[in-house]
Each structure stands twice: as C-alpha cells, then as structure tokens.
C-alpha cells in the first residue's frame, strides 16, 4: 500500500494508473474507520483494479458550533485496516495541502440539503461537495463508493455527479447492521445497556413501514405515524425526525410512488442514532 | 468536424479519443464566432492531437437586465469557421440538454470577481465556473484555452482550475489586434468615425504605461493617472475604469511587483471598449 501525502505525488501516481487503462475505485472518508469503512473498502476491491481510501478531516463541512479539533484521528491503526482491506493507494493530505490558501471557488450545493439532518447543519454539505470535488480531480476514480448510512449525503452526491457530469460512476453501498438489525455506528457504544437492547427497535419499525407499503399503504403520514408509534412504544428515546422523502430527490411526497426513503433520528441519553431504509414504490 | 447535440455522444466521443492517449485543446465560447475566437482555435490546433470548440450560449452566465435571447448566434456561419481553424468536434448543446431540471449544485466564485467588469454582474462569473464546470467534465481536456482581452475570465478560471485540482492546463491567448493596436470586438463597429480613430489611444495608454514602469514606476496610483491623462487627451470618452491589480488574483498593490494587470474601459457614445496587458514588474 502506498501512503501519499502530497497533491503533486497523488496525480503522478494516478497518472500513470490510468495510463495503464486500471479502473479505480474510490472510498473518500474522514479516517477513524470502523466496520462500515470497510464494507465501502471490500466493495471497491471487489469492482475495480486499484482501490484509493482518502483520510482527510475537512474542516470546510464542519460548523462553527461542530468540533473540527476534537474530531477522532487514529492514523496508525486506520493505515493497519486500510492494508486489511486491500487499498493500494492511502491518500492522507494535511489541511495545508489541501488549502494552500483562501479557496477562490467552493461548490453550493442548492438542493437536497435542507430536510433530515442536513437542516441543522448549514453549509455542511457545500464544505461536503467542495472537498470531493477536489478529491474527484485527484484521484479521477472510475466509481466512488459511499454508506447509505448517511443517505443524505449519497443524495448530494449523486446530484453533485449528475449536474456535473463527473465522468464516475456513484456506488452507495448499503448500512452494515449487527445480528439484531441495529445499525453499526461509533456512537452505539454511548448508550445504556437498556437503551442498547431498544436500539434495534429503530430498524424494526423502518422493516414494519416497509412490510406496510408492501401491502398498498401509500400515505406517507400514515407511514410517519406508524413508525412513531412502534418507536415509542418499543424505545426509551426522543423522536428528533421520522421523515418520507422521494429518493435522491429528497422531496416531500403527497403520495408514495418511485423510489422513496424513510429516515429516522431518536435521541437516547448520550447518543443521537439516525438509520433509514429506501423502498422502490410500485406506483 | 463531428458536429455533437447531446452529452451522451459527447462522452462517448471524448472517451474514445482518451483511450486512444490523445491530447484535447479546448475552446469553450458562445459562439457568433469571430478572430479573436479563431485565434484560440488555431492555438488549440496547434498544440493538441484533437481540439473541441463547444458554443453554447449559457443562460446562468447572464444577469437579469442582460439580453439572454437577443444575444447574436449564427451556427451556420460558426460551423464554416469552425470547420476552417481545423476543429475535430463542435459541441452544441441545447440549454435544455446542459440543464434538464434545476441544478441540485453550482460553482460560486468567492475571490477576484468584485473588480473590474466583475463587479457590475454579480453572480456572472458563478455561472460562467459552473457551465465550465460542467463542459471539462464533458470534454476532459488536456488544455483550455481562452482569450486575455477577458482577462478576468482567465484570472477565474485559474482558480477554478487550480482550486479545483482539474487536471487541465490554462492557456491565456495574447488579445488579437488591428494594425493600429485596438483590440479587435464586435462592438468595434458601433464606434463613430472620429471615435474609431480615438480608439488605439486605449492601447496606447496602456503601452505607455507599460514603459513607464519599465523605466522604474513603481506607485500604482501614478499609473492611473498616467493613463487617465492619456485617455482624457486623446479620446472623447468617458473613463469607466483605469485599475492596477496583481495578476491572476486581482488584488489592489501598494507598490507594483510581480505579475501585474493594467486594465481599463472606456465609454464612447454606442460602445463601451475595454483592454488590458499584464506586466512582469521586477521587485
């Protein structure tokens, strides 16, 4: 595996990659990698020649109220699972390298970013789209490969290639869950061992809402209400959103049809858990 | 000359000449081409094994007091003088085929645009780095040419270019003149007889200017009022603008040194002419 740090040395080495005609798979993160990295990692090892892993904490899609220095870093062991997995190039950049100076451009991105999670986190998603339009340059992967974790963001993605016409093809790969359905995530080590044996309670009710539309129901507040209740029955949390969205679009849909998502936030004591779940709606 | 409408053919064409290694210049314009466009065709031809002129006349670019529709096109004509600079493939798409539905994401241009002509059409350049934006992306040239009599322009596209890592090579292309030295324009036309014969004072000026620093002017204020002086002597028009910026990032200098711009416009009675010329001021 190479480790490459530099801008300069990162389009050298890709250069003569695609000389070569070796198609490339992309997994951009922000390093600290656990089990969902990885699945992202395995897929693009699987469909591609040379897999690229960018670790790049971008202080460009933090807020001013979000801790871009108290954001985890743990190179050493994210270079041992990268290895692991079978990446060919590590691109890990400073913040200096990636922002020499003031940026003269920076990507907006005007759709899709103000429902979900996006909606309390203003501009996130430009400082999102800007440093992967960087990254896209760089690396000029065949197919970049993100978690339908955050689905949001596979949305803006998708736009940000579509209405650009990155020549990349977007792969969203989909949430690893544990045994009982819950969603893998950093944060689930935060909650109580009784708010641990709720947890998976958020996937049920999304399978529940799922089985639901299977059966005819197409009424998003009827899906809404369904999934709240089975919440509040079977969990402790706070309901932060459950939302019906067309997907990637992310429109407010009057009735199910196409393929839609239905996302979920629950706050628990010391931990805020999101999942979601997207349906092919027969219309 | 392959003649494209559509994005898909567009990247199959350009895909194939990739896979063949070859170099692409490119010359992006809106078209009602004329020999100041010729002149970035020829030197496209000159240095790339295929070059791609694209005309489209993109309505992002223009603000809401400026003409859209009633701005000059011609294919007819433009294909015969495409055809005759050696072009290989002429991009022409339809604003509906660049822009089907709302755009989810746009470039918005932060530094050098509120100066010079900039600062009369906000959001003119945003939509100048988004159709680019798109347009490398389509084409993935070796190298883009545009012309230094919109010096601005190129000084944007540096950043977008250099921001965003496009593994594109800018090329500024000296502004074509009359023998008298007036920058050829279209506008050249609307001048009256005497104001046609004022007109080289613009670039006379400047030239003058230019000896002047040659010779150990270094008081970017003294400049201006050299070329005011000039202009005001030799020309009935009105000075819009006489501007001493650093060059490419059009910031205003205490004292010159390094790559400078001299840039004015001047208002005749139908015609508002602007020119430039960068100088290398040693320090």
Redesign the interface.
């Known amino acids: 595996m190479k480790m490459i740090t530099t ?1 300069q040395e990162m ?1 050298q080495t890709m ?1 003569a990659y695609h ?1 070569q ?1 070796k198609t490339i798979g992309f997994v951009p993160t922000m390093g600290y990698l656990h089990e969902g990295h990885v699945a992202l990692m395995e897929a693009a090892r699987k469909e591609n020649d040379i897999v690229v892993l960018s670790i790049f904490v971008n202080p460009l899609q933090f807020g001013p109220n979000e801790d871009f220095d108290r954001y985890p870093r743990d190179i050493a062991r994210d270079e041992k699972i990268a290895k692991e997995a079978g990446v060919d190039v590590l691109f890990y950049p400073s913040v200096a390298e990636m922002y020499p100076r ?11 970013v103000d429902v979900l999670c996006g909606k309390s986190r203003p501009g996130h998603f430009d400082g999102v ?1 800007t440093v992967l ?2 990254l896209f ?2 690396v ?1 992967p065949t197919r970049a490969y993100f978690g339908m974790k955050d689905a949001q963001q596979v949305a ?1 993605v998708d ?2 290639i ?6 990349i093809e977007l792969v969203p790969v989909p949430t690893v869950r544990e045994a009982d359905g819950l969603a893998k995530s950093s944060r689930n080590v935060y909650l109580s061992e009784k708010e641990r044996k709720e947890a998976p309670a958020l996937y049920a009710a999304l399978q529940k809402a799922k089985a639901a539309i299977e059966n005819g129901l197409r009424d998003p507040q009827a899906v809404r209400a369904l999934i709240e209740d089975y919440l509040t029955t079977h969990t402790s949390g706070v309901i932060d959103y459950v939302d019906v969205y067309s997907y990637p679009e992310l429109k407010p849909l009057d009735t199910l049809a196409g393929n839609i998502i239905i996302a979920i936030a629950v706050r628990f004591t010391n931990a805020r858990l999101i999942d979601n779940i997207t349906v092919d709606v027969p219309s």
């Open positions: 801008i389009r250069q000389k005609g003031p940026l003269s451009v920076k990507v907006v991105v005007t759709e899709r789209a339009t960087k340059h760089l000029m803006v736009g940000l579509r209405d650009f016409h990155f020549p």
